[in-house]
C-alpha cells in the first residue's frame, strides 16, 4: 500500500477543480484496506473512497484521507448456458470492462459504453443509459465492511437498487468499500435500441444485422456528440437526474408546454429529461467566468479552466430553483458534493 501526502485531486476527479487531500493510500488489494483501517495514524482519519472522480464535486480540500481504489482483474468464475459470471476488480476502468465483454462475444452492457468511472462506483449509483441499467446484469458483490474489516458478499436483492441508487448511497453509505463486482453476461445477447435516437443512429451507420460492437460503437457516436471531454473540458457528465412526476402532473405539464417529452416509468409515473427542463429555463450555454452550462448540452455544468467547486454548487442550485419556479419539477443532483 502506497501512502502520499498533500496530494493533489487535480488529476483524479474529471471537474480538474485545483484542490487537495492530505493523504492518499492507493489500494491494489483488498488486504490493503484492513492495513489502512488497522494502522493507528491512519485509523481515524476522515476518508473518501475515489474511483475514476467522474461522479464527484470538490467544494474544498478534502481535510482526511482519499482512497484511490486499483483493485484490478477481470476473471470469468462460472460458464454456463446462455451466459457467463464475470468478476471485475473495483480498480478496472468500466468502459475497458465494457470493450473487454464486446470482445469476447458477452452482452448486457453494451449500452453503457463510454461512462467515465470505475467498476466499484457502477453499482453504487446503478449506472444507467440508452434504457439499460446496471442492475439488470448485476449478481453480486464483494465490499471491505468499515466496522468488522470482514469482506462481505451482497447480492442483487441486497443492494435495493432504484434509479441511480442503491444501499451504497443510503443507509450502507461509508460503511462498506467495493472490491469486487460480479456481472451476469449473455452469450446470446438481446439487443435494445429502443431509448432515444439510438435506432436512428445506427441505421445511419448501415447497420442491417445488430451486433455488440455496432450497438455500442452507436452509443459511443451519440455520447461524444452530446457531451464533452472531460480530458478537455472539466466536467461530471450528468450534474442532475431526469425527474420522475406523477402521470397527472405531467399531464398539466403538456397542457402548459405542448412539447415536453415524457418517457413513462410505470402506470403512475413519467420521466421527465432534465436536460429539456434546464435548456427551457434558458440556462444552455449560460457562462459565469471559468464555469458554466454546456452549449450543447444543458444537464453538463462544465469547468473551462481555474474554476471553482463553490461557485459550481451555487449555479447548481440557481438552476434548481429556476427550473422549479418555471415547472414545479424539484431537479436531484446526480454528482456527490464533497
Given at each position: 500500500m502506497l501512502i502520499e501526502e498533500y496530494f493533489s485531486l487535480k488529476d483524479h476527479h474529471t471537474f480538474h477543480l485545483d484542490v487537495y487531500a492530505n493523504f492518499k493510500a492507493s489500494i491494489a488489494q483488498p488486504e490493503d484496506l484492513e492495513e489502512l483501517f488497522n494502522t493507528p495514524k491512519y485509523k481515524n482519519k476522515k476518508k473518501l473512497?475515489?474511483?475514476?472522480?467522474?461522479?464527484?464535486?470538490?467544494?474544498?480540500?478534502f481535510l482526511g484521507m482519499v482512497i484511490k481504489m486499483e483493485i484490478k482483474g477481470i476473471k470469468v468464475e462460472e460458464e454456463g448456458g446462455?451466459?457467463?459470471?464475470?468478476?471485475?476488480?473495483?480498480g478496472e476502468n468500466w468502459h475497458q470492462c465494457v470493450l473487454w465483454a464486446i470482445e469476447d462475444g458477452y452482452g448486457g452492457i453494451e449500452n453503457l459504453s463510454l461512462i467515465p468511472g470505475t467498476v466499484g462506483a457502477a453499482p453504487m449509483q446503478n449506472i444507467g443509459a440508452y434504457g439499460v441499467e446496471i442492475k439488470e446484469v448485476f449478481h453480486s458483490l464483494e465490499a471491505y465492511e468499515v466496522k468488522t474489516g470482514k469482506i462481505v458478499?451482497?447480492?442483487?436483492?441486497?443492494?435495493?437498487?432504484?434509479?441511480?441508487?442503491?444501499?451504497?448511497?443510503?443507509?450502507?453509505?461509508?460503511?462498506?468499500?467495493?472490491?469486487?463486482?460480479?456481472?451476469?453476461?449473455?452469450?446470446?445477447?438481446e439487443y435494445n435500441i429502443s431509448y432515444g435516437n439510438l435506432k436512428e443512429t445506427l441505421e445511419a451507420m448501415g447497420v442491417e444485422e445488430l451486433n455488440l460492437k455496432d450497438v455500442s460503437q452507436a452509443v459511443i457516436d451519440i455520447r461524444q456528440s452530446k457531451l464533452p471531454d472531460p480530458a478537455q473540458i472539466g466536467n461530471a457528465?450528468?450534474?442532475?437526474?431526469?425527474?420522475?412526476?406523477?402521470?397527472?402532473?405531467?399531464?398539466?405539464?403538456?397542457?402548459?408546454?405542448?412539447?415536453?417529452?415524457?418517457?413513462?416509468?410505470?402506470?403512475?409515473?413519467?420521466?421527465?429529461?432534465?436536460?429539456?427542463?434546464?435548456?427551457?429555463?434558458?440556462?444552455?450555454?449560460?457562462?459565469?467566468?471559468a464555469i458554466g452550462v454546456h452549449d450543447k448540452?444543458?444537464?453538463?455544468?462544465?469547468?473551462?479552466?481555474?474554476?471553482?467547486?463553490?461557485d459550481l454548487l451555487q449555479l447548481s442550485k440557481d438552476i434548481q430553483e429556476s427550473v422549479y419556479k418555471k415547472f414545479g419539477v424539484q431537479l436531484e443532483p446526480e454528482v456527490n458534493v464533497v
Open positions: 473512497v475515489l474511483g475514476g472522480g467522474s461522479n464527484l464535486l470538490f467544494t474544498r480540500n446462455d451466459s457467463v459470471l464475470v468478476s471485475f476488480g473495483a458478499r451482497f447480492y442483487k436483492e441486497d443492494c435495493k437498487f432504484g434509479y441511480r441508487y442503491s444501499i451504497f448511497k443510503g443507509p450502507r453509505r461509508d460503511k462498506y468499500i467495493i472490491t469486487k463486482v460480479y456481472l451476469r453476461l449473455s452469450k446470446k445477447p457528465g450528468s450534474f442532475f437526474k431526469n425527474p420522475m412526476v406523477t402521470n397527472d402532473y405531467f399531464d398539466a405539464l403538456r397542457a402548459a408546454f405542448r412539447k415536453i417529452p415524457g418517457f413513462p416509468v410505470d402506470d403512475r409515473h413519467t420521466k421527465v429529461p432534465a436536460a429539456w427542463l434546464i435548456d427551457q429555463s434558458g440556462w444552455k450555454g449560460h457562462r459565469r467566468g448540452q444543458a444537464l453538463v455544468l462544465v469547468n473551462h479552466g481555474g474554476g471553482d467547486g463553490k
